[in-house]
């Protein structure tokens, strides 16, 4: 799929295995990975059935946008949203978000949810500016493997 962005093509696919090692640079740059996370991982179990996938947005061939789309098989939900620091501003985000959704729409999926933290002001800004509200829940969660819990 291609869309326009000023006058700028912004080509958008599944992830590749070339992308693998790129897709994770482009998420460490964008402070989306986390200790505690394996984004290798993340990615090879998005990969694993057919409700996930990672979503690639390229520029001339310049890999600047990238999400980590699933459903539960009721909700739609996002992860890894990043666009290349110096490529912001430019209505990337906006595009990988809009395939995200269209990826959910066509597996018949109606709701998208996506967590937060609570302290970052700019993505809370970014999300109400294209359509998401907060739905003032609080999220529960548990290591299955018996970690001690992570911020």
Request: charged share 25%; hydrophobic share 40%.
């Amino acid at each position: 799929m291609s869309v326009s962005i000023s006058s700028v093509a912004l080509s958008i696919a599944a992830i590749e295995d070339g992308d693998i090692t790129e897709v994770i640079a482009l998420w460490q740059r964008c402070g989306s990975t986390r200790a505690w996370n394996d984004p290798a991982g993340d990615i090879a179990l998005a990969r694993k059935e057919t409700n996930a996938t990672v979503l690639v947005g390229r520029n001339d061939g310049v890999l600047v946008a990238s999400v980590l789309v699933g459903h539960d098989g009721h909700r739609g939900w996002v992860y890894y949203v990043t666009v290349d620091p110096v490529h912001r501003h430019q209505g990337y985000g906006r595009e990988i978000m809009t395939s995200a959704e269209n990826w959910l729409r066509a597996r018949g999926i109606e709701k998208l949810q996506l967590m937060v933290r609570g302290d970052n002001a700019k993505v809370h800004a970014f999300y109400r500016s294209i359509g998401y509200y907060d739905q003032e829940r609080v999220v529960f969660a548990k290591w299955l493997d018996g970690r001690e819990p992570t911020p």
